[in-house]
């Protein structure tokens, strides 16, 4: 079965820095795919970055990035240029088998950035 | 706004009681998926409907149940609270229910249910 492991339960960052947030995970398909969601202290579930075990470049969106480490079943978030607001619980996710669309997450990490 | 509406954003009631979550899944979308968020258990998929359908059922309680109407909007039925049924409650949308590998759920912002 899938499993997300997210090792780090916290992690500080100085604004305008970057951070990685670690996620490594386990499946014996071939084809799947990793999200990334951000939870502020607000509570809602923000979809961030999608990469898919085929894609050849890792994926970026804005000021996110996926170091996508294949054949070590890592896919770490990259935030670049940390900001307050980017101050949350970062969970990561995969589909929990092939044929389903179910998501199964991490524990999560809490990212907290400082002035 | 991920456009996915849920309410009541907050939910106070005891146990033994009854409650409906309400969600409005994202213009377009069919699939509707409903989660739920709990200090010990984490995020942790209930039930998925696509079209009216119900497709996929996770660690979902008996005394739980959902459906998706006509219109698509779906709503989560918990009965027989307990206190342990304390919890966030996400519904998330997507528009296909088909496997693809980019299936992207967009969450709502989530039911706060306490039960005291």
């Known amino acids: 079965a899938q499993k997300i492991t997210q090792t780090q339960p916290g992690m500080f960052v100085q604004e305008k820095e970057a951070v990685t947030l670690d996620c490594t995970y386990d499946?014996?398909?071939?084809?799947?795919?990793l999200f990334w969601y951000k939870q502020p202290s607000s509570g809602e579930m923000i979809f961030l970055i999608y990469q898919g075990s085929y894609d050849e470049q890792n994926a970026t969106e804005g000021r996110y990035s996926l170091n996508f480490q294949k054949a070590r079943k890592s896919a770490n978030l990259v935030i670049s240029a940390s900001q307050l607001g980017d101050s949350a619980m970062y969970f990561c996710a995969m589909r929990e088998a092939l044929n389903t669309d179910k998501l199964i997450f991490g524990t999560g990490t809490r990212l907290q950035v400082f002035p | 706004d991920s456009g996915v509406t849920q309410t009541p954003k907050h939910l106070i009631t005891a146990t033994g009681q009854r409650v409906t979550l309400r969600c409005s899944p994202r213009?377009?979308?069919?699939?509707v998926y409903w989660y739920q968020q709990s200090l010990d258990q984490g995020l942790q998929f209930l039930i998925q409907?696509?079209?009216?359908?119900?497709?996929a059922k996770g660690n979902i309680l008996e005394r739980f149940s959902a459906q998706q109407f006509p219109d698509l909007h779906s709503e989560l039925n918990l009965s027989s609270l307990e206190l342990g049924d304390s919890a966030l409650y996400f519904c998330?949308?997507?528009?296909?229910?088909?496997?693809?590998?980019?299936?992207?759920?967009?969450f709502g912002a989530g039911t706060r249910l306490s039960v005291l």
């Open positions: 998330a949308s997507s528009v296909a229910g088909d496997i693809l590998a980019k299936n992207i759920q967009y």
């Open positions: 213009s377009g979308d069919l699939s």
């Open positions: 409907y696509y079209n009216g359908e119900e497709r």
């Open positions: 499946t014996s398909d071939q084809s799947y795919g």
